[in-house]
């Protein structure tokens, strides 16, 4: 099952009529930032194969990628580094680049879909559907633009830092990732107050990859 634009109609219903779907990608990982994406897509829009981003291959999220980009409204993009995720903690990075991304915008909506979280910061009408990206259109286009974006950052990475593979992992946790972590120590690229990094700086004397 797809998602559809029942969330989208209802907020028309109540009288919105800009109405944007935002999801991030990269809360979980040890290494890079969070991303944010925002979509407004326009009415009755339909994606064949559109879905939450996990759901959908590599290949095919860069193919729905740019048939986003070319359809939708407005798109943007927001991140928080590394050392913010570190001073302010994951949820808190994950709402500041949810902020970044709506103020790249160049279309103000007027109500907001997100995929289980809110942005208090925000003074615009929300809605935190849990799931959402698999059941609303324009969240599910926002984790698509939001992950193959923080894709491409990890393979920027990669070619600063090769030795940790970070264009086939992308800094998740995967055995090859704990592997070379373990092998090589933390680099600049790695979240020095996730508790596996934390633990490979205890493990061993290391001198951060800059």
């Not at 897509?41 to 095919?60: I, W």
């Not at 970044?100 to 925000?122: G, H, Q, T, Y």
């Amino acid at each position: 099952m797809e998602p559809t634009d029942f969330f989208e109609a209802e907020a028309r219903r109540c009288g919105y009529e800009s109405i944007a779907g935002m999801d991030e990608a990269g809360r979980g990982p040890l290494a890079g930032p969070v991303v944010a994406g925002v979509v407004i897509l326009p009415r009755r829009f339909t994606l064949p194969g559109l879905n939450d981003s996990k759901q959908v291959t590599e290949a095919d999220r860069d193919r729905l990628y740019r048939q986003i980009v070319r359809q939708a409204v407005a798109v943007g993009v927001g991140l928080a580094t590394e050392r913010e995720i570190e001073r302010i903690n994951i949820l808190e990075a994950t709402r500041l680049a949810m902020r970044r991304a709506l103020d790249a915008l160049d279309v103000r909506p007027d109500f907001l879909l997100l995929d289980a979280v809110s942005i208090p910061a925000v003074r615009m009408p929300q809605r935190p559907i849990i799931k959402g990206d698999g059941f609303s259109v324009s969240i599910a286009a926002a984790s698509i633009v939001a992950k193959v974006s923080r894709d491409r950052l990890m393979r920027d990475y990669h070619r600063r830092f090769p030795q940790y593979n970070f264009r086939a992992h992308k800094g998740y946790a995967t055995p090859e990732h704990l592997r070379l972590l373990d092998a090589y120590g933390p680099c600049a690229a790695h979240r020095q107050t996730f508790r596996p990094v934390v633990q490979a700086w205890e493990d061993d004397q290391w001198e951060m990859f800059e």
